[in-house]
C-alpha cells in the first residue's frame, strides 16, 4: 500500500524541500539514478561535516543501498564529511545493515507513520474513520464553524499561537517561528484554518506533492475544544486531497509502542481513527567514513546532550 513501492521521494527527498532547505542557508545536492535518488542535506559540525538525508535514499529495493551510498560517499568526501546519515523508507535487513556497516543511531524523523490510502470514494473513506470522527465532519459547519485555506504569513501567526500554546502544555520545544512562516513562501506549503464566530480557533500546515498530502503541523484552541477543530480541519484536509487527485494521506509521525505512558501513544491513537495503515521505515543509521572523527562527534555529541539534561 505504501507508495515507496513505487520508488516516489519522501517530502523532505523532493526538490521542493531542498530549495526550501537552501533558502534557510543550508546547502543540498540531488542525486538520480535508476534505482536510487537522493536529496543530501550538507550539516557542519565543530568536528567536520557529514550529509543528513531525511527520509531518503529513496530505493528501488534493499539491493540499490549499497551503489546508493557508493555515489554518495563520493559527494560526501568531496565535502569533507566524516559520515552519511541516512533514513530509508524501505525496510533494510540485518544482514545489509552489517555487510554495509551501518551504525544505528537516535532516529531522528519518526520510524513509524499512518498512511490513509485515498482509492476508496468519498463515503468509503468515511464508513472507515470512527464514527465520532464522520459525524464531526458531516455536522460542523452546521455548527458554525467554517474551514479556509491561505498561504499568507499572517495566518501563519494563528498556527503558531496554538503551538506555542500546545508546546507550554506538553512540554515540547517546537520549531522556530520563522522556519515555519517561511515555508509559506513555497508552492508546497497550506493552512487551513477552522474559524468560530469570526475567531480563528484551529490551524494546521499541509506539504502537498503530485501523489501525497502531509499532514505537518497542527493546533486547536482549548477554549474551543468541545467543537473539536482540529477533527474538523483533518477531515475536509483528507477529503480535499481526494478531490485534489492524490493518493495518499500521510499523517507523518507516529508509535507502534502499545504502552499508554508512551509520549507519542494517545496521538497515535488518534490518527488510527482516520482509517490509515501503520507503516514502518527502517529508521536512522549512520554511514561512517573517518572512524576517528565520528568517535569524536559521537562524543561531543553525549556530552552536549547531558549538559542540556544538566541544565534542564
Not at 16 to 23: P, Q
Not at 105 to 128: G, Q, R
Request: include cysteine; proline fraction near 4%; charge should be positive.
Amino acid at each position: 500500500m505504501c507508495y515507496n513501492e513505487f520508488m516516489t521521494p519522501h517530502f523532505l527527498q523532493t526538490s521542493a524541500w531542498g530549495d526550501f532547505i537552501n533558502s534557510e542557508g543550508e546547502k543540498t545536492f540531488h542525486i538520480k539514478e535508476k534505482d536510487f535518488e537522493a536529496l543530501c542535506t550538507l550539516k557542519k559540525t565543530k568536528v567536520g561535516n557529514y550529509l543528513f538525508l531525511p527520509y531518503g535514499p529513496t530505493l528501488k529495493d534493499e539491493k540499490a543501498l549499497k551503489p546508493a551510498l557508493a555515489k554518495i560517499e563520493e559527494l560526501a568526501k568531496e565535502n569533507d564529511c566524516i559520515f552519511i546519515r541516512i533514513e530509508p523508507t524501505i525496510q533494510i535487513s540485518e544482514k545489509t545493515i552489517s555487510a554495509l556497516k551501518l551504525k544505528k543511531t537516535k532516529d531522528l524523523d519518526p520510524k513509524h507513520t499512518i498512511i490513509l490510502d485515498l482509492a476508496p470514494s468519498e463515503e468509503e473513506l468515511l464508513l472507515n474513520m470512527e464514527q465520532k470522527k464522520r459525524q464531526i465532519y458531516r455536522n460542523y459547519y452546521k455548527k458554525g464553524i467554517t474551514i479556509r485555506q491561505s498561504r499568507d504569513k499572517e495566518d501563519g501567526k494563528i498556527l503558531l499561537n496554538y503551538l506555542h500554546q500546545l508546546s507550554d502544555k506538553r512540554n515540547f520545544l517546537p520549531h522556530s517561528d520563522e522556519y515555519l512562516l517561511n515555508q509559506l513562501n513555497f508552492d508546497f506549503a497550506k493552512l487551513y484554518i477552522a474559524e468560530f464566530e469570526g475567531k480563528a480557533i484551529g490551524a494546521a500546515l499541509i506539504y502537498d506533492t503530485k501523489d501525497t498530502r502531509y499532514y505537518a503541523h497542527a493546533a486547536a484552541s482549548e477554549e474551543h475544544r468541545k467543537l473539536s477543530p482540529g477533527v474538523a480541519i483533518l477531515t475536509q484536509m483528507i477529503m480535499d486531497a481526494k478531490k485534489n487527485g492524490q493518493k495518499y494521506f500521510d499523517f507523518w509521525g507516529a508509535t507502534d509502542s502499545q504502552d499508554p505512558n508512551h509520549p507519542w501513544y494517545h496521538f497515535t491513537q488518534y490518527k488510527l481513527t482516520f482509517g490509515g495503515k501503520m507503516v514502518e521505515y527502517a529508521g536512522t543509521y549512520d554511514y561512517i567514513i573517518s572512524g576517528t572523527k565520528y568517535k569524536i562527534y559521537t562524543a561531543l555529541r553525549k556530552a552536549n546532550r547531558l549538559k542540556r539534561k544538566i541544565l534542564k
